[in-house]
């Protein structure tokens, strides 16, 4: 039933994408059985989380298979003149592994085994198609929703201190290190979500079946749910809304070949971000143009790193490090490059909290606690869409008030988390210690 719900959403989806000129999903990924994929690393990665139902010398097939065959690819464009110009010059090789896993469990495996590796194939194709669901989803916002909400969330950010503004001045002054560093983080974010995934399903080999709950699932519910909010709350950013001049990121780039990220041309209501915070005045719909996605609200890379965040805690020191480093690095990124307002930041922690919560619950069969306090995250997020919409300039007015308002409200969705969590965990079982008995003599 899943697999034909997903299949049906996938079919309409490219219907929409098509209606619009666009490539749907189903046309990007058949793509890249041939052509140069956009990310060799994410077709890696789905790879990398087929094999957890794999024994350890099917994966060094596996793994030798698909760098043969990327091999082989390099070798016929680079005799045939048609190197890769845009994308990886790797990553076939991947798909190629997990479309040949999935022949061979249904032509080669019976029963539970080939149900266990259909699932693995599954999983690691859902985290491809996954992100070609949401580029596709984007291009679809950037056509049918013209209007954009950038001067109602900005004025509102005045509540919060103009994080966006702040941070933005903090990365400029790093420089390319500070600047580069960031980039990597914000642009491998499912790379990490692999990494802990792939410790959260290490025993799937030798227990032959997956956990009931893992990072996985959370972050293709959030991929799924989120843009459908951009629908309804369409915003493009500071850095595109209140635009930056290409020379300002240009002189902090290491890549000289890279392009720097840009203002909105003649769309955006002036040159102000990162130097200026926006102006105070009632806000308005503004026309922005038909190609940026209006990817803000909420922040969906939030979402997911705080997810990351959520599932490493329960891991080796090390991996808390990396998940608690990733998250940092990621709000420091997705404020200080101009892609979102500290508005988008607080809903996509609600967000991402709420989903959690709905996950843990349904696994639970929907206990009242869980219950609560889904209902209590879908009621603080919807707040505060609609005090971003219709209180954003009593919000700039009084900013010691509707600031800390709106913390309160993150943090109280975070402590209702915690606290059910912890409801919902074992207790640990402390074994209690014999007392020692006196020697014999």
Same mark, same amino acid.
């Given at each position: 039933?899943?697999?034909?719900?997903?299949?049906?959403?996938? +079919?309409?989806?490219?219907?929409?994408?098509?209606?619009?000129?666009?490539?749907?999903?189903?046309?990007?990924?058949?793509?890249?059985?041939?052509?140069?994929?956009?990310?060799?690393?994410?077709?890696?990665?789905?790879?990398?989380?087929?094999?957890?139902?794999?024994?350890? /010398?099917?994966?060094?097939?596996?793994?030798?298979?698909?760098?043969?065959?990327? @091999?082989?690819?390099?070798?016929?464009?680079?005799?045939?003149?048609?190197? +890769?110009?845009?994308?990886?010059?790797?990553?076939?090789?991947?798909?190629?592994?997990?479309?040949?896993? #999935?022949?061979?469990?249904?032509?080669?495996? &019976?029963?539970?085994? /080939?149900?266990?590796?259909?699932? $693995?194939?599954?999983?690691?194709?859902?985290?491809?198609?996954?992100?070609?669901?949401?580029? &596709?989803?984007?291009?679809?916002?950037?056509?049918?929703?013209?209007?954009?909400?950038?001067?109602?969330?900005?004025?509102?950010?005045?509540?919060?201190?103009?994080?966006?503004?702040?941070?933005?001045?903090?990365?400029?002054?790093?420089?390319? +290190?500070?600047?580069?560093?960031?980039?990597?983080?914000?642009?491998?974010? #499912? =790379?990490?979500?692999?990494?802990?995934?792939?410790?959260?399903?290490?025993?799937?080999?030798?227990?032959?079946?997956?956990?009931?709950?893992?990072?996985?699932?959370?972050?293709? !519910?959030?991929?799924?749910? $989120?843009?459908?909010?951009?629908?309804?709350?369409? =915003?493009?950013?500071?850095?595109?809304?209140? $635009?930056?001049?290409?020379?300002?990121?240009?002189? !902090?780039?290491?890549?000289?070949?890279?392009?720097?990220?840009?203002? $909105?041309?003649? *769309?955006? !209501?002036?040159?102000?971000?990162?130097?200026?915070?926006?102006?105070?005045?009632?806000?308005?719909?503004?026309?922005?143009?038909?190609?940026?996605?209006?990817?803000?609200?909420?922040?969906?890379?939030?979402?997911?790193?705080?997810?990351?965040?959520?599932?490493?805690?329960?891991?080796?020191? &090390?991996?808390?490090?990396?998940?608690?480093?990733?998250?940092?690095?990621?709000?420091?990124? &997705?404020?200080?490059?101009?892609?979102?307002?500290?508005?988008?930041?607080?809903?996509?922690? +609600?967000?991402?909290?709420?989903?959690?919560?709905?996950?843990?619950?349904?696994?639970?069969?929907?206990?009242?606690?869980?219950?609560?306090?889904?209902?209590?995250?879908?009621?603080?997020?919807?707040? @505060?869409?609609?005090?971003?919409?219709?209180?954003?300039?009593?919000?700039?007015?009084?900013? *010691?008030?509707?600031?800390?308002?709106?913390?309160?409200?993150?943090?109280?969705?975070?402590?209702?988390? =915690?606290?059910?969590?912890?409801?919902?965990?074992?207790?640990?079982?402390?074994?209690?210690?014999?007392?020692?008995?006196?020697?014999?003599?």
């Amino acid at each position: 039933m899943a697999a034909a719900t997903a299949l049906a959403f996938l +079919v309409a989806l490219e219907i929409t994408a098509r209606h619009y000129g666009l490539p749907g999903p189903i046309t990007t990924q058949a793509r890249e059985v041939v052509f140069a994929p956009k990310s060799g690393f994410l077709l890696y990665a789905g790879m990398a989380l087929m094999m957890v139902v794999l024994t350890w /010398r099917q994966r060094f097939i596996a793994f030798g298979a698909a760098v043969g065959i990327d @091999l082989v690819f390099w070798v016929v464009r680079w005799a045939t003149g048609n190197e +890769v110009t845009e994308g990886h010059p790797f990553g076939n090789g991947a798909l190629w592994v997990l479309i040949g896993c #999935a022949v061979i469990a249904v032509t080669r495996r &019976t029963g539970r085994e /080939r149900t266990l590796l259909l699932k $693995g194939v599954g999983l690691g194709l859902l985290l491809v198609t996954g992100r070609k669901t949401g580029d &596709t989803w984007l291009l679809i916002t950037s056509k049918t929703r013209p209007m954009v909400l950038d001067q109602y969330v900005a004025t509102a950010d005045h509540a919060l201190g103009n994080p966006s503004w702040v941070v933005g001045r903090i990365v400029t002054a790093s420089g390319p +290190v500070g600047f580069n560093v960031l980039e990597i983080v914000y642009g491998q974010l #499912a =790379v990490a979500a692999v990494v802990v995934a792939l410790y959260q399903l290490r025993h799937v080999a030798a227990e032959r079946r997956f956990p009931r709950h893992h990072l996985v699932r959370t972050f293709l !519910v959030i991929g799924l749910v $989120g843009p459908a909010i951009y629908m309804i709350f369409p =915003v493009v950013g500071p850095v595109f809304a209140y $635009g930056t001049g290409a020379e300002h990121w240009a002189s !902090v780039s290491l890549w000289p070949e890279q392009p720097p990220l840009t203002g $909105g041309g003649h *769309w955006e !209501v002036a040159d102000l971000w990162p130097r200026t915070p926006s102006p105070l005045g009632p806000p308005h719909h503004m026309a922005f143009d038909g190609f940026t996605p209006r990817n803000c609200m909420p922040s969906l890379h939030t979402a997911w790193a705080t997810a990351i965040f959520i599932h490493s805690r329960k891991g080796p020191r &090390t991996l808390q490090f990396a998940g608690a480093f990733w998250l940092v690095a990621t709000l420091t990124a &997705t404020l200080g490059f101009g892609y979102h307002y500290g508005a988008d930041l607080i809903a996509g922690v +609600v967000f991402t909290l709420t989903i959690e919560t709905a996950l843990r619950t349904y696994d639970r069969g929907w206990d009242r606690s869980g219950i609560r306090l889904v209902a209590y995250g879908t009621t603080v997020f919807t707040a @505060l869409l609609l005090s971003y919409r219709w209180l954003p300039s009593e919000m700039a007015g009084h900013p *010691w008030v509707a600031g800390p308002l709106l913390l309160l409200a993150m943090a109280s969705v975070i402590y209702g988390y =915690v606290q059910t969590v912890a409801r919902w965990e074992p207790a640990p079982v402390s074994t209690p210690q014999r007392e020692p008995q006196p020697e014999l003599i």
